[in-house]
């Protein structure tokens, strides 16, 4: 009996270490998950090396896991901020093309009045010598309007331009009738005629048209690619719902807790979730859609009959047209004003022989040759400018649709679209089975990943409908060259200058927001669509008439 001890001691040695063993087996090893955990900047002692049970899991998929409650907590937030990231990197590689082309649009419209008034004060003083240097502030006069107008808006153009040419008419008139004396009044009386004298020719009618028209067109596009900006910069600040923040969690970091690290989360499943994380920024398609189309026909112009820099290059040569003409038509306009407005006064004798011999017209204007011309911003031209911008907004148009699926175009959030069995679908590494709903507010009742109210849209994101609603109209107004009002444009967004906008590094945060809760977002484009959105007529009908208000005093 003995010598049977060893051997039954030995047997139930072996017996317990395989059950050790079948235990260890078991439990898992968590090796991985703790060491991906703790590259993240988190602390190592959240994390179990071998599996524990799931119970306390309140999101995740409870049973045996690699995650405790403080690893959970922390994925939670870890998965906010990864889907903001993903967002704002898609969102900002076209803030950034809008606002590198509106810093070049603007750049050179601004240099291009300031060569064309440099180029018409050097060839005046080199023609008309003293003359014109006695009568500059006329002409500069003229380019201050012009900047203002560019700049701000709110310049009447036809306007400034009769009194442009009513100022130089009385200048000619007291110049080819020198040996007279005319009091202000008279002078008045003068420039009643210009219209129906036509002293100029038909310069002053013909520059008036061209002038609106490329400067209504001019301003409003720069203008236009600084909303688009803004816009994106404000409705790429994401801020998740809590439903959203636990589908981002469920999709992102679960499959760690199961041991799966290496797992990437069902194409269809990532595309259920952006849709109702972004579900507000999706209804901002339609309205930045026309808003695309209304820029690419203002582009159009531009490169046509609109171009600002055709009729800013030569405007010197115009100008001395004129003033030739009005020159070698002098005796005729002087016969009929004095008839009109009553005999001039003569001045004295000894007056009169100095006033002529100063006034004496010596030469005609020679324009500039091509080489002579200086040239505009960065030595391009505005075919060029507007041939690359063109290319850009074809590229921006249905971007807000598209991004739920360019977040999961990225491979930190999803697995490829071939890849439909070997990925994560929100319960274990299998085939995702859900249908993908539809982009936009609307569509995200049946969403079944993540839980979105869509009775309440978002106001920050009508907001913005509002804002592309009405420069989309102001689009189409210069397109058949109507001169927009800028003054219901605010300056929150829009700023300074030709519709800069805020500098889009400073541009201020907005308030919460509804699927995603927006820390500073803009954009929805289904709200116009009638029954987009249920919810009470009279609160959606209360809501619009604030911002048609709000947006009327603010955007300028």
Not at 338 to 346: I, V
Not at 438 to 455: I, M, R, Y
Request: charged fraction near 25%.
């Amino acid at each position: 009996m003995a010598r049977l001890g060893m051997p039954a001691l030995l047997c139930t040695l072996a017996v317990l270490t395989a059950a050790l063993l079948a235990a260890e087996l078991k439990s898992k090893s968590c090796s991985e998950v703790q060491r991906l955990y703790v590259s993240k900047g988190f602390n190592k002692n959240d994390a179990p090396l071998h599996e524990i049970d799931g119970d306390h899991l309140k999101i995740c998929p409870q049973g045996y896991t690699c995650c405790s409650q403080e690893m959970e907590e922390k994925y939670s937030l870890q998965s906010k901020d990864d889907f903001k990231s993903v967002v704002s990197e898609q969102c900002n590689h076209l803030q950034a093309v809008f606002a590198s082309r509106y810093k070049k649009f603007d750049e050179f419209f601004k240099e291009l009045l300031e060569n064309a008034e440099k180029s018409l004060n050097d060839m005046f003083v080199k023609t008309y010598g003293r003359l014109y240097m006695q009568n500059s502030e006329v002409f500069k006069d003229l380019f201050v309007e012009l900047k203002r107008y560019y700049v701000a808006g709110n310049v009447n153009l036809e306007e400034m331009l009769n009194e442009f040419w009513a100022r130089l008419l009385e200048r000619m008139f007291r110049l080819v009738n020198s040996q007279y004396h005319f009091t202000d009044d008279y002078l008045e009386c003068v420039s009643k005629y210009t219209e129906e004298l036509k002293p100029f020719g038909d310069v002053p009618r013909k520059l008036k048209l061209q002038v609106t028209r490329a400067f209504v067109a001019a301003r409003t596009f720069a203008q236009g690619l600084a909303v688009a900006r803004d816009i994106v910069s404000k409705v790429s600040v994401v801020n998740p719902t809590a439903q959203c923040t636990h589908a981002l969690l469920k999709m992102i970091y679960c499959s760690h807790c199961q041991g799966l690290v290496t797992v990437k989360p069902c194409y269809n499943y990532c595309s259920n979730i952006m849709r109702g994380c972004l579900a507000n920024q999706g209804d901002l398609d339609l309205e930045w859609n026309s808003f695309m189309d209304a820029m690419l026909m203002v582009a159009e112009r531009l490169e046509g009959p609109f171009n600002i820099e055709s009729v800013m290059d030569p405007i010197d040569v115009k100008i001395s047209d004129a003033i030739m003409n009005m020159q070698e038509n002098s005796v005729q306009v002087s016969q009929k004003v004095f008839q009109g407005c009553g005999p001039p006064k003569p001045l004295p004798a000894g007056r009169i022989s100095r006033s002529i011999s100063e006034s004496a017209f010596s030469a005609r204007f020679r324009p500039y040759h091509p080489e002579e011309r200086p040239t505009t911003a960065a030595g391009t031209s505005l075919d060029r400018l507007v041939t690359d911008v063109k290319e850009k907004l074809k590229q921006a148009k249905k971007f807000w649709s598209s991004l739920p699926s360019n977040v999961c175009n990225d491979e930190r959030m999803a697995a490829g679209n071939g890849n439909e069995d070997d990925c994560w679908n929100g319960k274990g590494k299998s085939r995702y089975l859900f249908a993908v709903t539809g982009n936009g507010l609307a569509n995200q009742g049946s969403n079944p990943e993540v839980q979105v109210d869509t009775s309440k849209p978002d106001v920050l994101i009508l907001r913005q409908v509002m804002a592309l609603r009405v420069m989309t109209s102001k689009m189409k107004n210069a397109y058949n060259g109507n001169d927009v009002d800028f003054f219901d444009i605010g300056d929150e967004t829009s700023g300074e200058g030709s519709g800069s906008g805020c500098e889009y590094q400073h541009c201020p945060s907005e308030l919460g927001y509804n699927a995603t809760d927006h820390a500073g977002k803009s954009a929805i484009d289904k709200a116009d669509s009638a029954g987009s959105y249920a919810g009470p007529q009279s609160y959606l009908l209360a809501i619009f008439c604030i911002l048609f208000l709000a947006v009327q005093r603010e955007w300028r």
